[in-house]
T-cell receptor, first 113, second 114 residues
Framework: EAGVAQSPRYKIIEKRQSVAFWCNPI?????LYWYQQILGQGPKLLIQ????????DSQLPKDRFSAERLKGVDSTLKIQPAKLEDSAVYLC???????????FGPGTRLLVL | AQSVTQPDIHITVSEGASLELRCNYS??????LFWYVQSPGQGLQLLLK??????LVQGIKGFEAEFKRSQSSFNLRKPSVHWSDAAEYFC????????????FGQGTTLQVKP
């Protein structure tokens, strides 16, 4: 089966610009996660969706980050405006639901100058 | 608070030698435990997981891990390391039926000497 797809793979922007990342989950996976991985650290959850509803967004900096999952399939994560400290890899992961194994996409590497 | 500690940031072993990567966790309930591997520029690949049952878990690529509740540990082992095992390894806890959120350690970078 096809894995989790993410695009773009790399993005370079200047601070205060906006950027968007896209994730296409494995078919049938109800739960979708966005993680932020800063260099030298483990991934940290930003937001969790169950179908098209938000389960956990407690770690999402809502003044600049937003995410949506239309129709419970694809998801987009947006940053507006970006800060230098947003430079990181943004990982999308999906699972069938019920706390099973998460499958990760290749990530989008963001550099904010 | 829920947390995962990987005490070793960087480990170097010779090819063919045995490997043990340490992981300690703090979690209020019975934990689900995972080890993931990340090669440069790649996403995370699941090596193995522990949900319940036998505390010695076998994974892919010849890896195994042992859950020790009394020590709050879930160490990853491999009897003979191959050069292709060089990567970053992450231990994670969580993934209960209520919320699948994973809490990751900071990772251990494995270097393999020829």
């Amino acid at each position: 089966e096809a894995g989790v797809a993410q695009s773009p793979r790399y993005k370079i922007i200047e601070k205060r610009q906006s950027v968007a990342f896209w994730c296409n989950p494995i078919s049938g996976h109800a739960t979708l996660y966005w993680y932020q991985q800063i260099l030298g650290q483990g991934p940290k959850l930003l937001i969790q969706f169950q179908n098209n509803g938000v389960v956990d967004d407690s770690q999402l900096p809502k003044d600049r980050f937003s995410a949506e999952r239309l129709k419970g399939v694809d998801s987009t994560l947006k940053i507006q405006p970006a800060k230098l400290e947003d430079s990181a890899v943004y990982l999308c992961a999906t699972e069938p639901g019920g706390g099973q194994t998460q499958y990760f996409g290749p990530g989008t590497r963001l550099l904010v100058l | 608070a829920q947390s995962v500690t990987q005490p070793d940031i960087h480990i170097t072993v010779s090819e063919g030698a045995s490997l043990e990567l340490r992981c300690n966790y703090s979690y209020g309930a019975t934990p689900y435990l995972f080890w993931y591997v990340q090669s440069p520029g790649q996403g995370l690949q699941l090596l193995l997981k522990y949900f319940s049952g036998d505390t010695l878990v076998q994974g892919i690529k010849g890896f195994e891990a042992e859950f020790k509740r009394s020590q709050s540990s879930f160490n990853l082992r491999k009897p003979s390391v191959h050069w292709s095992d060089a990567a970053e390894y992450f231990c994670a806890v969580g993934g209960s039926s209520n919320t699948g959120k994973l809490i990751f350690g900071q990772g251990t970078t494995l270097q393999v000497k020829p």
